[in-house]
């Protein structure tokens, strides 16, 4: 086995595993805010995609410059559909708050169809295009934008729940509601904020595998189950553990497609969450 | 045998006319002949313009509009006094349950004496399964599915190929290529999707490789819905093939070939089997990246610059409908020109005379808008003398590349690399 095999792996797993670990932390912190499984998340990262595809087809921005304005614009969505939908439902049996969001994931993707059309679209020319070569290791441009972009707000987000008020009132509420409400926190404020990030994180997601993968309504099937591999490997609600499982997951989806076999890669992702869950149920950094 | 059958068609067609026969006598005000295409649902801008190109068929064959005296459909009636063909649309939408009971519409309440249709190969398999119940002919222009004509059925007639000639033809093409050309391209790496298309597809590829001695060095299934190709692409990279034959649909062809650009490979030569590769949106999306890559269709606009009765042909069709013709509308206009033919020389309208015209057809080359050999149905009713043809995207269109003698350009080849671009 060539040494630079095994590299363009690596870097491919890790480039792959760090856009996985975005997505799922939009996931994972509506759930560990609010315990709520969001099956519509693949549809925010969906709706990330086309903002980025219409600005660049009606003005020509490239998704690079646009992915602010995806942020803010998926952050409206998140929280209108918590103030909506999401708000009417905290109390309510989980079944009706599965099958809310399962309702909101088909309805986003009709809207989609509807209005945008089943066809397939992408970006046509992004200032991100091309690769670099180190030595025989390739680095697809759009790719490695699209990684370091997840990197910088995986560590912004850490940030601001770690080291501002907003954020720690966020993370408190994270961790009991009742105590958070008593210490003066509004936690349906909390609630909406949470929404509000978690679909920029998949809407800031979806801009930057714009330049790269293919937009149509039901894209977000093809990231939604990754997503959750990603968020119950890493422990509900931790977003670290997230990031850390997004990468693993990347490196060993692709790791296990070269070795074993592309049609297997879904399966050996499955048989490893399966595995961690068997010894460790919480996830690797989930909270006891 | 076919002299025995022109004669024993010839001799029906006689007999019809001596006894004078209800149907010649009926057939003298119109022929009547149901279509079943998708008019409403998802394909029904397919099916719009199926139907736009057997009207076109009709209208000439009524000498409604002039055309070529060359082509097929141009012979008219003559045997039933210039009767006039009439067309009964019948709408499947997609489902085959429709498909049957329209068919069924079709023979037992407008009375047709032939049904053409339906695109879908589903919905094909059970409207002619109701024409087979009546004994009336079944003419299928469009379907490709391999079942179709394994059926023992006796009055079901298809024109268009079928979808393991289709991959037989990449076997036929590379030989072509390797000796025209004198190289070897014996190293293949088969990449199918993994759903009952590309399986079936990687099972025949293998029989065939096999069979020409072609070596397999890399067999790869991948899931349709994936969110990265980079170890499939890896895998290929790291076999080193001559030949990708590669199965995809639009999402995942579109994806494999940024893959293949961010992973920088490119085997000397990429052969998609249509789908994905020949979408319109395939190369509006990709742009310059969806350069090179070869595909098998069924018919391309640029024979129009070959065949000066393709040419013509399409002028109508643009003219009348505002399209241009593609591979679906050709060949229903192909396919209703043959049945119409079929018509006139059984020189009656009795369902038994139409069948036996139908498989004593043989139509030669210069007289359809087809790149094939011609026209002429074996035992199971399949065209035996049709064939594919290879394109290839040059300058941002589809250029015919294969069979030599109906190819317009050049195959570009080896592809070049990405950076050489």
């Known amino acids: 086995m060539h040494i630079d095999i095994l590299l363009q792996i690596a870097v491919s797993g890790l480039l792959i595993g760090l856009i996985y670990a975005l997505v799922a932390i939009g996931l994972t912190l509506i759930f560990g805010v609010m315990d709520i499984v969001n099956f519509a998340h693949g549809e925010f990262l969906m709706l990330g995609m086309y903002a980025c595809f219409w600005a660049f087809a009606l003005w020509a921005f490239d998704p690079i410059f646009t992915l602010p304005l995806t942020a803010l614009l998926l952050f409206g969505v998140g929280v209108a559909i918590y103030q909506t939908v999401i708000r009417r439902i905290i109390k309510a049996p989980m079944l009706s708050q599965i099958f809310a969001t399962f309702g909101l994931m088909i309805l986003l993707r009709g809207l989609a169809q509807f209005f945008w059309k089943p066809d397939h679209r992408l970006v046509g020319h992004s200032i991100v295009d091309g690769r670099i070569a180190l030595g025989p290791v390739q680095f697809g441009l759009p790719q490695t934008v699209a990684a370091l972009g997840a990197v910088l707000i995986t560590g912004g987000l850490w940030f601001f729940l770690n080291r501002t008020r907003l954020g720690t009132a966020l993370e408190a509420t994270a961790i009991d509601k009742e105590a958070a409400t008593l210490m003066g926190i509004d936690a349906q404020r909390m609630f909406a904020l949470a929404w509000g990030i978690g679909a920029a994180c998949a809407g800031v997601a979806g801009g930057l595998l714009s330049t790269f993968f293919p937009i149509f309504p039901e894209v977000g099937a093809n990231f939604s189950l990754t997503a959750f591999v990603v968020v119950v490997l890493g422990g509900f609600g931790s977003i670290a553990g997230a990031f850390w499982a997004g990468i693993i997951v990347g490196l060993v989806e692709v790791a296990g497609g070269f070795f074993v076999g592309p049609e297997y890669k879904v399966a050996i992702v499955l048989s490893l969450m399966l595995l961690v869950l068997l010894v460790r149920p919480r996830g690797l950094m989930g909270k006891a | ?421």
Request: charged fraction near 20%; avoid cysteine; charge should be neutral.
């Open chain 2, 1 to 421: 045998m076919g002299m025995w059958l022109k004669g024993l068609t010839a001799g029906v067609a006689l007999t019809a006319l001596v006894v004078g026969a209800g149907g010649a006598a009926r057939a003298q005000e119109e022929i009547r002949i149901g279509v079943v295409y998708p008019l409403t649902g998802a394909a029904a801008s397919t099916g719009v313009e199926l139907k736009a190109a057997a009207e076109l068929a009709a209208a000439i064959t009524n000498k409604e509009i002039p055309a070529p005296d060359k082509l097929l459909a141009a012979v008219g009636m003559p045997n039933l006094k210039g009767a006039k063909i009439k067309l009964i649309f019948g709408d499947h939408q997609g489902n085959p349950q429709v498909g049957a009971t329209e068919t069924e519409r079709l023979i037992t309440q407008e009375k047709v004496v032939a049904v053409m249709g339906a695109y879908f190969s589903n919905v094909t398999a059970t409207a002619s399964q109701a024409a087979e119940r009546y004994g009336i002919p079944f003419m299928n222009a469009d379907s490709s599915s391999v079942t179709l004509t394994q059926r023992n059925f006796k009055w079901f007639f298809r024109t268009t190929p079928h979808d393991d000639l289709f991959v037989t033809n990449f076997f036929t093409f590379l030989q072509d290529f390797e000796k025209k050309k004198n190289v070897r391209l014996r190293d293949i790496a088969l990449f199918n999707e993994n759903t009952l298309w590309g399986n079936e597809t990687t099972r025949l590829e293998l029989k065939l490789a096999d069979q020409q001695e072609f070596k397999v060095v890399e067999k790869l299934h991948y899931p349709a819905k994936t969110a990265q190709m980079t170890s499939e692409v890896q895998r290929l990279k790291a076999a080193n093939p001559a030949v990708i034959m590669q199965s995809s649909y639009l999402g995942d062809a579109i994806l494999s070939m940024k893959t293949y650009k961010e992973l920088g490979f490119m085997p000397q030569m990429l052969l998609a089997n249509d789908a994905g590769f020949n979408d319109s949106e395939f190369l509006k999306t990709l742009g310059k990246d969806g350069e090179f890559v070869i595909s098998r269709e069924v018919w391309a606009l640029d024979q129009a610059d070959r065949n000066p009765l393709i040419k013509a042909v399409n002028a109508l069709m643009l003219e009348r409908a505002k399209v241009n013709f593609n591979g679906n509308s050709a060949r229903a206009f192909t396919g209703m020109a043959v049945l119409a033919d079929a018509i006139n020389r059984a020189g009656s309208t009795s369902p038994e005379d139409i069948r036996k015209a139908l498989a004593a057809t043989d139509i030669g080359s210069d007289r359809i808008i087809m790149p094939w050999k011609g026209i002429r149905f074996d035992q199971s009713g399949q065209n035996e003398l049709g064939q594919g043809i290879i394109v290839q995207v040059q300058g941002g269109q589809y250029v015919t590349v294969w069979p030599f003698d109906v190819a317009t350009k050049d195959i570009v080849f080896p592809i070049p690399a990405w950076n050489a671009r």
